[in-house]
Each structure stands twice: as C-alpha cells, then as structure tokens.
C-alpha cells in the first residue's frame, strides 16, 4: 500500500495533467470548428464541393486578387471582378471540375492555402465549345467566422505535345 502523501501527490499530478492537457488542446479545437462542429477543412472542401456543382458559393474579399488566362491583367478587387463579369455570364453549357491536390490551413486558422487541377468545357456565344485542363492557386482568408477568398491564380496547362516541343523531346 502506498503512504498517503504519495497517493495525494499522485492524484494532484493526475488532475494537473488533465487541466493542462484540456487547456492544450481547446484553442485547437476552437479555432478549427463553427458552430456547427464542422473543421475549417470541411468547411472549405464543402465550398469547393459546391463550386464543383456550379452553385455560387464561392464569396470574395473586398480587396481580392483574380488571375486567369481569359484576362489579359490580373483583377484587384471585387468591384473590378463583378464589372467584368466574374463569373462569366456570356457562357453556357459550362462544365469545370476541380481536383484539390492539397489544401493546407494556417496554424492561426485564419488563413488557407488550396492548390489544385482542374477542367473546365463552355460554350461560347457563337456556339464554339471550348474544352481545357488546368491548375490553380486559391487563398482564402477567414473574416468574420467566413472563409472567404483573397486569391485566386488559375491557368490552362499547355497540351503534352507542345511542351515536348519546347524541351526538345
């Protein structure tokens, strides 16, 4: 049997942990749920899920940065996304598909990084249809308890043939 001390000094250490351990692990907890339990990565992925299926879900930052081949500058701004049209509306039959190759959060969960593969088929005004694959970089920033986002890099991937071309193969 252990003397009393030593009991009472185990069960101190015992509750200190655990008081420790739970204060460890609830600004983690918190900073990666919403109120509806969700983690910030699922929170995300559901956003892009969404995009995939066409609904506008995707809400930009006031001040947010467009790049994209179909632009011939980049766009700063929302008001300067929306004056030119983004997303475009003189499109139909529109098909686009990403593919998250990896989605990283920032360790303050205010910030997230999204880079991907996508494909994306329209067609255009006189019918023409267009069909392409791509890659993209998206950030988004967390304003308000709202993932939201802040940048957006996309552009076509070059077909294989004419980068063979280009590395002498």
Request: proline fraction near 4%; charged fraction near 30%.
């Given at each position: 049997?252990?003397?009393?001390?030593?009991?009472?000094?185990?069960?101190?250490?015992?509750?200190?942990?655990?008081?420790?351990?739970?204060?460890?692990?609830?600004?983690?907890?918190?900073?990666?749920?919403?109120?509806?339990?969700?983690?910030?990565?699922?929170?995300?992925?559901?956003?892009?899920?969404?995009?995939?299926?066409?609904?506008?879900?995707?809400?930009?930052?006031?001040?947010?940065?467009?790049?994209?081949?179909?632009?011939?500058?980049?766009?700063?701004?929302?008001?300067?996304?929306?004056?030119?049209?983004?997303?475009?509306?003189?499109?139909?039959?529109?098909?686009?598909?990403?593919?998250?190759?990896?989605?990283?959060?920032?360790?303050?969960?205010?910030?997230?990084?999204?880079?991907?593969?996508?494909?994306?088929?329209?067609?255009?005004?006189?019918?023409?249809?267009?069909?392409?694959?791509?890659?993209?970089?998206?950030?988004?920033?967390?304003?308000?308890g709202e993932w939201?986002?802040?940048?957006?890099?996309?552009?076509?991937?070059?077909?294989?043939?004419?980068?063979?071309?280009?590395?002498?193969?």
């Amino acid at each position: 049997m252990k003397p009393p001390i030593i009991h009472s000094m185990t069960s101190t250490l015992n509750a200190l942990t655990t008081v420790i351990l739970i204060g460890l692990g609830s600004p983690a907890a918190i900073a990666q749920t919403d109120t509806n339990d969700q983690s910030d990565e699922q929170l995300l992925r559901k956003l892009i899920q969404q995009d995939n299926e066409g609904k506008n879900v995707i809400k930009r930052t006031d001040d947010s940065i467009f790049v994209s081949g179909a632009y011939s500058r980049p766009m700063i701004g929302r008001a300067a996304q929306e004056a030119a049209g983004l997303p475009t509306r003189d499109r139909s039959n529109v098909s686009r598909k990403s593919d998250v190759v990896r989605l990283v959060i920032s360790q303050s969960g205010d910030m997230a990084e999204e880079f991907g593969n996508f494909a994306m088929s329209f067609d255009q005004p006189d019918k023409k249809h267009i069909s392409f694959d791509g890659s993209y970089l998206r950030v988004w920033r967390k304003i308000k308890g709202e993932w939201l986002e802040d940048a957006f890099f996309a552009r076509p991937n070059e077909r294989e043939e004419k980068t063979k071309q280009k590395s002498g193969s």
